[in-house]
């Protein structure tokens, strides 16, 4: 990932015969379905999209990256600072990323989907795009980050509607692994830019050190 010179990131498809740029990345539309309900043990239960970094809370800067989206989904409880929001909860509340995704996917109605936590800091518009835009070249199903070590991020990916939801029927398993690495998305890996590498798009609060790391960056930038 590196940085074009609109100040947006570029990011490049891991796999061979094609990288992705920085396009519009969703002329055929998408909707965003955001998880925000999960129990955030290694918080200590804290409520940890509504947790600020930035003066923003964790999951009003994700609804940010996907500000281009018809349609936010946000799974969990409602959230005062996402009033345009669709909200919906898994069932029963807490139950796990795969019947959170079922939730939120019931209420898409855009061709594409943008499929994201709602703890992700340094998260952009562009970023989404990308991610939309890789899966186009690629001819693939969707797409999905990769970080540093080159792990798939499952919740920081962009998929076709149609695909995820065939995915999903039959499936009776609770890991977003088991269900989203079989249909082979695209690989979008950062590039070497210096900026990327502090604030990776795929980098997640989900204990009190990252939280703390993410805030401390965040105030870094703005000095």
Request: net charge neutral; charged share 25%; glycine share 16%.
């Amino acid at each position: 990932m590196s940085t074009a010179p609109t100040g947006e990131p570029v990011m490049r498809d891991s796999g061979e015969g094609s990288g992705a740029g920085l396009g519009d990345g969703h002329g055929e539309g998408f909707d965003a379905v955001v998880l925000a309900g999960g129990r955030a043990r290694r918080m200590d239960g804290a409520d940890k999209p509504g947790l600020t970094v930035g003066g923003r809370t964790l999951v009003e800067r994700v609804a940010e990256a996907v500000r281009d989206a018809r349609r936010l989904i946000v799974v969990g409880p409602p959230r005062a600072e996402l009033p345009h929001a669709t909200v919906v909860r898994e069932d029963p509340p807490g139950s796990g990323p795969v019947p959170a995704l079922r939730a939120g996917l019931a209420e898409v109605r855009a061709p594409w989907l943008a499929l994201l936590a709602a703890d992700m800091p340094f998260l952009l518009p562009g970023h989404v795009a990308a991610l939309l835009d890789a899966a186009r070249r690629a001819g693939a199903p969707g797409a999905v980050l990769v970080d540093a070590e080159g792990r798939e991020q499952w919740l920081a990916g962009c998929w076709r509607t149609a695909g995820l939801r065939a995915a999903l029927t039959g499936y009776r398993g609770a890991s977003l692994r088991g269900l989203l690495g079989p249909l082979a998305p695209a690989r979008v890996s950062p590039g070497p830019g210096g900026a990327e590498r502090e604030r990776p798009a795929w980098y997640d609060c989900d204990t009190p050190g990252a939280l703390a790391h993410a805030r401390r960056l965040l105030t870094e930038g703005e000095e």
